[in-house]
């Protein structure tokens, strides 16, 4: 191989290295990011099914009830999935390590409020119609706002190093 040869190998090679090296796995995030979307149109369809033109009854029962809550945990496995990526070669912090546990514990609230009268807990137990009434509306709510402050505590803030010098 002659020099100008070596030189065009070298460049053709240089550009296709000049791709920067993520610290995070793009593939881990699109997918989170599809499972979450996914979950948004699940929860949406649960939530307001009329904008499908499925809405057969002046109330919330239980299937819509059931598919808001699917869609709910698709969002939350979604999101992380996706925030997970973010720490792909980095030591997760203590704060991440809670926000998980709000995640999951946002959902057991959503979940067993939003299920409250199917459980037996709410104010309209079985065999009566469920109903998904204010109080059950406030619980997923607070569910969904401790969810959220989760995330919040998942995302990978950049170290901040402190001088020790006092000059």
Not at 61 to 85: K, N
Not at 137 to 161: C, D
């Amino acid at each position: 191989m002659s020099q100008p040869e070596q030189g065009a190998a070298s460049t053709a090679g240089a550009q296709v290295d000049t791709n920067p090296i993520r610290p995070y796995s793009l593939r881990r995030i699109r997918t989170g990011l599809g499972v979450t979307l996914f979950g948004l149109f699940i929860f949406l369809t649960g939530a307001r099914p009329n904008i499908l033109g499925m809405d057969r009854s002046p109330i919330m029962g239980f299937i819509q009830i059931a598919v808001i809550e699917v869609g709910m945990a698709m969002i939350c496995l979604g999101g992380y999935v996706s925030l997970m990526a973010l720490w792909k070669n980095r030591q997760r912090s203590i704060t991440a390590d809670f926000g998980l546990r709000f995640v999951a514990t946002g959902y057991v609230i959503c979940f067993f409020t939003g299920m409250a009268d199917i459980l037996g807990l709410g104010s309209h137990p079985l065999p009566g119609i469920p109903y998904f009434g204010v109080w059950q509306a406030f619980g997923t709510l607070l569910g969904e706002a401790i969810i959220a402050l989760g995330f919040l505590m998942l995302l990978p803030y950049p170290v901040h190093k402190h001088s020790t010098d006092h000059a």
